[in-house]
């Protein structure tokens, strides 16, 4: 019988991330994340998260300047897995309405920031809903309501329709909160300060990982 070890985890350190809180989040869990600072840390890891908070143009400009860029789009051509968290799921893309830098754009779509709606507040702050539009590893339809924290003033409008994973509200309209496609997974809200129902989305991302690192 072949024993499944855990995934090797890299949390990518750019200086625009609350890295505390994701590390903490994963150790909850018995996993350990080793902090990612150039390209030469990537080595025998199996799966990355990609944390943020922040302005489009300077997290960018703090990522160049670590040399992770080209390795990071090779890292998601190669189908290895990558989780996104806030900002993280913004640098994603091709481009963001805040700034002039491009993104990553390792996923098809813009960035663009929140419409004006009567009685809401920008940034879109406090705790929120998902709404499931596609199935995907973290989250299903027939699973209970998960209400999740938000702080963001910026949301993704991905170009591939089949790439948006759950919604959200935002006054009278749905706005992107979970992005899924191939290996690569996103959430806008924040899932380390999301209680249960991020704990359980994170944890669900571990046992994905496990199949997928951990083949028959």
């Not at 990518?12 to 150790?27: C, K, P, Q, T």
């Not at 840390?41 to 992770?68: C, K, R």
């Not at 590893?137 to 998960?146: K, M, N, Q, R, S």
């Not at 209680?195 to 046992?207: E, F, H, I, M």
Request: with cysteine; glycine share 8%; charged share 20%.
């Amino acid at each position: 019988m072949t024993t499944l070890q855990h995934p090797k985890l890299g949390l990518i350190d750019y200086g625009m991330g609350n890295l505390h809180s994701v590390r903490r989040a994963f150790e909850r869990f018995g996993y350990s994340i080793v902090d990612i600072h150039q390209p030469e840390d990537l080595q025998t890891l199996d799966a990355l998260v990609l944390p943020g908070v922040g302005s489009f143009d300077p997290a960018m400009e703090n990522l160049m300047a670590t040399g992770l860029i080209p390795d990071l789009k090779d890292w998601v051509k190669n189908g290895r897995p990558l989780l996104g968290i806030c900002l993280g799921l913004q640098l994603l893309f091709e481009n963001s309405e805040e700034g002039k830098s491009d993104g990553l754009g390792l996923l098809p779509g813009r960035i663009e920031k929140l419409p004006a709606q009567n009685d809401e507040r920008l940034p879109h702050m406090g705790w929120a809903p998902l709404k499931v539009v596609h199935n995907s590893p973290l989250l299903h339809h027939d699973d209970p309501e998960a209400w999740v924290y938000f702080v963001h003033s910026y949301a993704a409008h991905p170009s591939d329709s089949e790439t948006l994973a759950a919604t959200t509200s935002y006054g009278n309209v749905d706005i992107t909160a979970m992005v899924w496609r191939g290996n690569v997974g996103a959430c806008q809200f924040h899932p380390e300060k999301s209680s249960d129902a991020g704990a359980l989305l994170l944890k669900r991302w571990l046992n994905w990982l496990s199949v997928t690192t951990n083949p028959d």
